[in-house]
Every structure is written in C-alpha cells, then in structure tokens.
C-alpha cells in the first residue's frame, strides 16, 4: 500500500507486479496450480488483517466492526476475521449459521434482511445475536416472539434517509424509493412512538450503499439519522422507561479503488468527516456499530484464469478463459457500472510487459452471449496457456457465484504478502460434486 499526495487519499490496491510475482510462485515453487486449475482465486491475507487493524485504530474501541460476510464467506476467512475481534452483519439464516460456526459470540453477530420470517426472527432471539428490523412489521413480529421466548438479542431498527442514490442504480439504498428500511420522511412520528412503546428497541441502523455512494452522501444519510436519534434521546430522557438509542449502526458502503491511477477517500478520511459532521457519533452517547464488506475484501483477492484458445479473426480477438459472469455476475450482467483491470503472465507465471499490444475481448466460459469480461482491452499478445490476472475480486465475485452452466467453483488460495507460504483456503470442485448439488 503506499500513501501519495493528500493523506486522506489513499491507493490501496494490490501492484500487478506484487501479484504476478506471488503467482508465479504459486505456480513454480509451490505447485499450487495444477492443470485441473482452470481458475484459482488468492486473497492476500495480510492485507485483509491490516484493514481490520487499521478499522479498530480508526474508530472508538467499543465499536463492533461487523464485516458484511456476503461480501466473502469463506469458512477459514470468517474464522480468520474472528480471530481479530471482529463481529458479522448476515443477511440470511444460512449466514448467520455460517457466523455461528466460525465462533462469533452471539452479540458480535448483526443479522439484517428485509424479509426474515418468524422461525428465522425466534431462532435469533433464542441465540442472542443482534437484529436490525426492517420494518414497523418486523418489530411488531418481533415484540410477538419475544413474549414466547428468553432472548438477550439487542434489537435495532433500519432507517432509510432518503438522501439520494450514488452512480450504481442497483447497489444505492437511500434514494427515495429503497426496498431496505422505514423512509424516514413520512415516518418520522411513528418511528418515535415505537421507540417509546418498545422499551428494548435500542438501535438505529443507516446503510447508504455499496459503491457507487460519494463518501459525502454516507456521512449526511448517517447525520439524519443521528440527528432523528439526537431528537429521540433528548424527548425520551424523562421517561420513566429506559428507552433510548444505545446503539448507532452506520453500515458499510464505503467506496474502493478498482482503477489504476483513481483516488477515493480513506477510511480515515470517511472517519475524519464523520466526526466534523456527527461529532456525537463518537460521545459515549452511542456504541458504534458498523458493517463494511467491500472495504475489506475487495483489494485482497484476484483471480487467475487461465487462457484456453484465442480465436484471432479479421477485426476482432477473443481470449476464451474460464473466469466468466460465474464468478464475475456484475460485471458480466451490468457492465458499465463495473470494472476489474486485468494483466497477462505467461504459462511459467512471467509477467507479460511488451508495448506491443493488441485489442482483445475477454469471454468466459459460459452458455451465452453476454459472458464477457471485457471488450476491445488492450494486452500484450496473449496465447494459449497463458494466464489472465483480475484484479479487486475479493468482494461480491465468489459470494454472488452462480449455478449456471454447473462450472466447478475453482480453488481458493490465501497468502501473507511477504511469507513465501500458501494455504488452501477452499479446494476446487469437482465435477462430481456438482453432480451431487442437482440431485
Ligand atoms: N450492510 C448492509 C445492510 C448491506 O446491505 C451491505 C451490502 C453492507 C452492509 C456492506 O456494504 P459494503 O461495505 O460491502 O459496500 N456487488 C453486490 C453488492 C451488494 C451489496 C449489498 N449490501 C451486488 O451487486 O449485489
């Protein structure tokens, strides 16, 4: 990582050289890569722990960072994040379950979903985990179970603050319209009353977006709600009932670096507007809770796919490779919203460097039209054998894998930038094993 020119800019992605270099290794010393080894997935584990170190100096040490796993839910990360004092925001009962497994205490699990049902919402409760309702309903189905069952769950509720959407139509959750949370425009009184009628409905929960999202919209989307929170408190402190907000859960969102030569605000700088606009966040007032994903894994994890045929026609070459819309679903299906820069290594892993370069367009594997990676990049010749490097894929890419076509999930390898050792993080697939998933 290195810091350049204002310090609340930072580049945090990994350099291709760093990366062909670690490939290369894996594929010559370690023997990591077999031929079975159509794909394999890395993630940088060193760079995973210093973003969570970095999140704990950044913000008060009472918050609970709880890392959205749907950004990453591998097992061995999951346990790896726990290890580090970190928390889990799930968003399914399967999440949830997975968060249990890898040992998070019960209070250290947030569990969001717009849409739990009553079983999901009991099993919570009896557990202990945390739970931000989604709706009035929800709290009241939750009030309900909880006259039925012994639960130490803390109980937030989601807010949406209508300040705007960010660039990415399918990824903004603070527009006018949201399916997330209560729109607080028209609901301001009747969120008031629960607050005062529910004496356990201790939490507000704000989540702006998932990339896309200005760091200016999350801070003022995160402000009114505080300010909503603030004016709560203050009507409340006369209550004979110890209604208030304890906790203030400001989501994830914050946006990450997936261009070379781009610049996006810091964390300490997201940490640094936040208290110059919602300086009570960090009073004792509130226990902060917050929910990033993206930050965390986005910039640790690549992809190396290896290149099967190039079909060189008249106006156009084809790099056919075994990464497609499987593992990269948004930037097959919603192209102009993403990106992932990708490099080119030989087949012994050397780094493909030449100024000589040929426009190409990059397809996967999969049973249609629209499975392209890319269209009309430029790359030093590329041929059979070769392999493809992708860049920012540790967020949202295997998590949101998809079925189609039954590909083999491919193997997933962590590293420690700097130790020269390999662990194998998931294994790859095996055809077997799908047939095994349809039956
Ligand atoms: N908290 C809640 C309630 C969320 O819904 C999310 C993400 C997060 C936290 C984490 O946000 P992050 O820090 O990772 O931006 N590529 C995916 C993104 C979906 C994000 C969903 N929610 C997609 O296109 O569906």
Redesign the pocket.
């Known amino acids: 990582m290195n810091n350049q020119g204002n310090p609340n800019l930072i580049h945090s992605r990994l350099p291709e050289t760093e990366i062909s270099k670690v490939f290369s290794n894996a594929l010559n010393n370690y023997n990591r890569i077999s031929s079975e080894d159509k794909a394999a997935i890395f993630y940088d584990l060193a760079f995973i722990e210093r973003k969570i170190a970095g999140l704990k100096q950044i913000f008060p040490g009472a918050t609970l960072h709880a890392v ?1 796993i ?2 990453n839910t591998l097992a061995r990360v999951l346990e790896k994040m726990r290890a580090m004092g970190t928390g889990a ?1 799930v ?1 399914s009962l399967p999440e949830l379950f997975m968060a249990q497994e890898a040992g998070f205490a019960p209070g250290n699990i947030v569990f ?1 979903s717009p849409c739990k049902t009553k079983a999901e919402i009991e099993y919570a409760l009896k557990s202990g985990v945390y739970i ?1 309702a989604d709706s009035f309903d929800e709290l009241d189905r939750i009030a309900a179970i909880r006259e039925t069952v012994k639960s130490e769950s803390g109980i937030g509720l ?1 807010i949406n603050p209508q300040v705007g959407a960010g660039s ?1 139509n ?2 903004s ?1 603070a527009g006018e319209f949201s399916k ?1 949370g209560i729109p607080l425009n028209d609901n301001k009184e009747r969120i008031i009353s629960y607050f005062r009628n529910y004496e356990w409905l201790k939490g507000m ?1 704000v ?1 702006i ?3 896309g999202c200005p760091v200016q919209l999350l801070v003022s989307g995160v402000g009114r709600v505080l300010d909503l929170a603030l004016e709560l408190n203050k009507l409340l402190e006369n209550a004979s009932k110890s209604n208030r907000v304890e906790v203030f859960d400001i ?5 990450v670096l997936y261009h070379p030569g781009q610049e996006t605000v810091s964390m300490e700088g997201y940490a640094a507007m936040l208290k110059e606009k919602c300086g009570e966040l960090f009073t004792n007032r509130f226990r902060i809770f917050t ?8 910039n640790a994890g690549w992809v190396a796919s290896r290149v099967e045929y190039v079909k060189r026609e008249k106006d156009y070459n084809i790099i056919m490779t075994h990464a497609g819309a499987d593992l990269f ?2 930037k097959c299906y ?1 192209p102009a919203d993403w990106y992932h820069q990708i490099s080119v290594v030989d087949k012994h892993g050397n780094a493909k460097t030449g100024t000589d370069k040929i426009k190409y367009t990059v397809a996967g594997p999969l049973c249609f039209a629209g499975d392209i990676l890319a269209r009309d990049i430029e790359l030093p010749p590329v041929n059979e054998g070769d392999y493809l490097l992708i860049h920012d894929a540790g ?2 890419t295997l998590s ?1 894998w998809s079925r189609y076509n039954s590909r083999q999930m491919p193997k997933v390898i962590g590293y420690y930038s700097g130790d020269d050792d390999f662990e194998v993080l998931k294994e790859r697939e095996r055809p077997e094993d799908l047939v095994e998933f349809w039956s």
């Open positions: 959205a749907k950004a925001e968003a969001d931000n989601r990415i399918s990824t959750v997330f929960h989540h977006g998932s990339q989501g994830g969102g914050l946006p929910e990033f994903g993206r930050y965390i894994h986005a679903l948004r919603n967020a949202y949101m």
